[in-house]
């Protein structure tokens, strides 16, 4: 196992009466032991996972489509606030009443305690409410490209993951603007027979009304935290207030679904995931995120601190203004972010996290062979 999620509870009790001279010695060598084992409270013990949709009552249910709807007629399901109806015409995210999905299939991509041994059955949305001038995933967020499928059609391939993917969930990717659409489509895949944990995988900048939506369908937040600042959310994420709506959001997250939770074979079921992808020349806005989860989220919460940023989307890209004199680059836009990030700056990044007293971290296997 790679989870290293290590008890920490009081001294064990064939401990407490361990000589001093070996106290050390016994200590050290059973965090050892206990470090390669899940351990409660974060095993999830019992039966077969149950997923939280799976306990709705029909009343609520139905309570959750009515609001779906009446939000898909005047929009606020994400900070924008555009207030369009989406049955008529589109706000920022260019979407309508029908979701645009790029791709459905089994991902190997994610975490280890998502993906697991047969993958995450990942739905990626084509289109996005923010507009960051570095994405990852330009071409699927920015491009809209994809085909538009009904609630009902979406749910419908929830089931093909389940029953001829084999996958451990379903893992919706970028649902923030389509938030009314993929409540639909979990509760019609409920009512055909649906048995697999729902992954919310969202950039955080989710409006407290979409969450109350979600709340009772979603197993895991799989929750990105980019920056801190406004300035940065503004010139990066071109969304003002994203850093300060991103705050909001997690905790609301952790109070919906707690730390995250795993059955014995590793695979995590329940529970907030934060991610943070550190950015160059950023490292004390990675360091500030750090403190926040530890402060004021939990710090027993799972974190993935990311390396793998590199310049994409519009980021190098040749500049159409005159270039400011004495700039680092003066031949391309966001040059202060336009290389991949340094080793020392990642260190800082989970030095800070430590410091402040998080230890969950998603971890590459200390072994050579699969992360799970």
Not at 69 to 91: D, K
Not at 167 to 192: C, F, G, M, R, Y
Not at 201 to 223: C, E, K, P, Q
Request: charged share 20%; net charge positive.
């Amino acid at each position: 196992m790679s989870l290293h999620i290590a008890a920490r509870t009081s001294l064990p009790g064939h401990l407490r009466h361990q000589p001093s001279s070996n106290l050390a010695l016994a200590l050290a060598r059973s965090r050892k032991q206990r470090r390669l084992h899940l351990a409660p409270p974060f095993l999830l013990d019992g039966g077969p996972y149950v997923p939280r949709f799976q306990m709705l009552s029909s009343r609520d249910a139905a309570l959750k489509r009515s609001r779906a709807y009446a939000h898909l007629r005047n929009c606020n399901l994400c900070p924008r606030l555009c207030g369009v109806n989406r049955y008529e015409t589109t706000g920022m995210c260019l979407v309508g009443a029908t979701a645009m999905v790029n791709t459905i299939a089994p991902h190997f991509g994610e975490e280890a305690c998502i993906q697991g041994h047969h993958g995450s059955g990942s739905v990626f949305m084509s289109g996005c409410n923010m507009r960051c001038i570095f994405c990852q995933n330009y071409d699927i967020a920015h491009q809209r490209k994809g085909m538009d499928l009904t609630p009902e059609a979406l749910g419908e391939w929830y089931l093909k993951l389940q029953d001829v993917g084999n996958v451990h969930n379903i893992n919706i990717v970028t649902p923030e603007h389509v938030v009314p659409q993929v409540a639909l489509s979990i509760l019609h895949a409920k009512d055909l027979g649906l048995k697999l944990p729902i992954v919310y995988n969202t950039s955080s900048f989710d409006s407290l009304d979409s969450l109350r939506l979600m709340d009772g369908l979603v197993d895991i937040y799989l929750a990105d935290f980019k920056v801190w600042n406004a300035a940065s959310s503004r010139r990066l994420l071109k969304a003002d207030d994203y850093a300060a709506t991103a705050r909001e959001s997690v905790k609301v997250m952790q109070q919906q679904v707690g730390d995250l939770c795993f059955t014995p074979d590793g695979v995590a079921k329940r529970g907030l995931l934060v991610r943070h992808l550190v950015m160059p020349g950023m490292e004390e806005e990675g360091a500030a995120i750090m403190r926040f989860l530890a402060e004021q989220v939990s710090t027993d919460c799972f974190v993935h601190i990311m390396e793998q940023y590199h310049p994409d989307a519009h980021v190098g890209k040749k500049t159409r203004r005159k270039p400011k004199q004495g700039s680092e680059d003066e031949s391309v836009r966001y040059a202060e972010i336009n290389r991949a990030v340094t080793h020392n700056e990642v260190s800082l990044v989970r030095k800070a996290a430590e410091d402040a007293g998080l230890w969950r971290f998603n971890d590459p296997p200390r072994h050579e062979g699969f992360a799970i």
